[in-house]
């Protein structure tokens, strides 16, 4: 496993975890939103998240846990880079 950049790691802040998807298009950035729903929706751990053209910026936080970082949260994360480096590689 590759460590990214500090600029693309996943930043803890806040009690959620933080991070910002850059994409080449708008149309890839729903994309890859797209993709990312039913991994989600799988897990039962849903992201706050937001698009603006290209970017896609990600806050995980368990509210169930009282707004705290928790391992679902690490675990949505790993998920959401491996569905990202899919799209970097295609």
């Not at 890839?28 to 970017?55: D, G, K």
């Amino acid at each position: 496993m590759s460590v990214e950049p500090p600029e693309k790691a996943w930043t803890e802040a806040a009690n959620a975890l933080h991070k910002v998807f850059e994409f080449e298009s708008f149309g890839q950035a729903l994309a890859f939103m797209s993709s990312a729903a039913p991994l989600i929706e799988a897990m039962n751990h849903h992201p706050e998240w937001t698009n603006v053209y290209n970017r896609v910026t990600v806050r995980l936080t368990t509210h169930d846990a009282g707004h705290k970082v928790t391992d679902l949260d690490h675990q949505l994360a790993q998920v959401l880079d491996e569905q990202y480096a899919r799209f970097q590689m295609g």
